[in-house]
């Protein structure tokens, strides 16, 4: 993967591209964000666009000539799309290949199957998660939530007790967990170690996940105790699937690049010899690159060719999952263009600067900087992108340890109170068959959930690492 650092910043730049001081700087970058703002949240221009604009908007107010400007944007765009671009494809295609192969329902089916009463909000975080690891967030729900209406309804359970866990899952793993978008463009901008801030986010999100999720429903389907909407109980995508993949080799498939990844990282941390061959092999098969193609192409088999694929049908998968990840790349695109219009204008030793008589902790920083842009935009991976660009400087002396808990920082401010401004809230809703204020209080206090836990966890993690 492409590594975005300010020392290689530094030495591909000669020097800010605009000699405005601080205060100057600062006006630029309030100014820049807020014209992203205002273009998401008042005139609903899509999110490449208005990072774009954006950019521009504070290469303007920076006072950095237009031509610079431009070419930083279009240098950060590149650069980010080549890091992270092919990663969010091959995620996108084996979670395709789950879902059209009743690979997804297989695990969901196997897993509901042992699970009984009191341990069913528990079995639906755990599918959640699961299943959340190779998926989009929109993709998962699409994908969960007929199995949670449908477990609610036959199981006469409350709605909330019952989605809230399955919200949970897939939420913590959008926002933690690599190989999602934000996580992965964070690492990419703040020069994190992929495989250990994987291991770290896992230990992040099981305590996270666990108290946003089965014991923070208990009081949600208190305060909101709805039924199931029978109008949204439909059939599950994959039930004309004669064929299913084992529940075995469907594991093995999804948690494939994980467990490469994080060898990977273990033996970097025992071995610590480049030249040792078994950290050789294990520095190529641990790469995202390879870990995620792997996955794709045991995928092909052990879910592919067990639900009955022809070649036409597995090229036709993997075409389908391509077309709907082009915003996406767009985005995170737009987004780094963004973080490296923010660095070549001299943001960042505007921040280090600044930071040098703050008291304030730089994870707490990382955090609060994502939850304001979380808020302003709905997005959690603009929110991400934005807030790993402006605190990239900080990290420039940190251990591997301490960046991969940066870029966890910063995803657990990116999920704070998801509201109106937020696409994820309107999904929710209209899913649940929820007022506004019925989301608010169950969703959108479960974001704030696991935002906050997410940043103790990560604060302990600071201490005792």
């Known amino acids: 993967m492409t590594r ?77 799309v080549a890091g992270v671009g092919v990663l969010i494809a091959l995620g996108a295609i084996l979670g395709r290949l789950l879902a059209d192969s009743g690979g997804a329902d297989e695990i969901v089916d196997t897993i509901l199957a042992r699970a009984k009463g009191r341990a069913m909000p528990w079995a639906m975080v755990l599918i959640a998660s699961v299943i959340g690891l190779p998926l989009f967030f929109e993709v998962g729900i699409v994908l969960l939530i007929p199995v949670v209406l449908l477990v609610a309804k036959r199981g006469n359970y409350s709605l909330m007790r019952i989605g809230i866990p399955a919200l949970a899952g897939l939420s913590v793993m959008h926002g933690l967990i690599p190989p999602h978008p934000g996580p992965l463009v964070a690492i990419d901008a703040l020069h994190a170690n992929l495989g250990v801030t994987l291991a770290l986010g896992v230990v992040v999100a099981i305590p996270t996940v666990i108290i946003a999720g089965p014991l923070f429903s208990r009081y949600a389907a208190r305060w909101v105790d709805i039924p199931a909407p029978e109008h949204m109980v439909t059939q599950r995508p994959s039930a004309d699937v004669e064929h299913r993949p084992r529940f075995g080799a469907t594991v093995f498939t999804v948690l494939l690049p994980v467990v490469l990844m994080l060898v990977k990282a273990l033996v970097d941390i025992v071995v610590n010899d480049p030249a040792n061959p078994v950290q050789r092999v294990t520095d190529v098969a641990g790469s995202p690159l390879i870990a995620l193609l792997s996955a794709v192409l045991v995928g092909m088999f052990t879910l592919g060719r067990a639900a009955g694929f022809t070649k036409g049908q597995l090229s ?113 809703k209209e899913y649940f068959g929820m007022t506004v204020g019925q989301t608010l209080k169950t969703w959108s206090v479960m974001e704030t959930i696991i935002s906050v836990v997410g940043l103790g966890c990560v604060l302990l993690l600071s201490l005792a690492l």
């Open 4 to 80: 975005l650092s300010v020392e290689t910043l530094a030495a591909a730049a000669t020097g800010p591209i605009t000699s405005a001081g601080n205060t100057q700087l600062g006006i630029a970058v309030l100014a820049g964000i807020a014209v992203i703002v205002l273009l998401i949240t008042r005139l609903k221009l899509h999110a490449f666009l208005a990072l774009t604009v954006g950019s521009l908007a504070l290469g303007v107010f920076a006072g950095a000539p237009l031509a610079k400007t431009i070419a930083s944007f279009t240098a950060g765009l590149g650069a980010t």
């Open 316 to 428: 036709v998968t993997v075409e389908k999952s391509l077309g709907p990840i082009a915003g996406i790349l767009l985005i995170v695109g737009a987004g780094g263009g963004f973080k490296q219009t923010l660095i070549d204008v001299g943001v960042g030793q505007m921040i280090l600067d600044l930071s040098k008589g703050w008291a304030i902790p730089t994870l707490l920083l990382a955090w609060l900087i994502a939850v304001a842009i979380r808020l302003a935009t709905g997005s959690a991976t603009v929110a991400t992108i934005s807030a790993a660009g402006l605190v990239a400087p900080l990290a420039a002396g940190m251990s591997t340890t301490e960046t991969a808990l940066l870029v966890l920082a910063i995803g657990s401010g990116s999920l704070f109170f998801s509201h109106v401004n937020d696409a994820g809230f309107w999904m929710v």
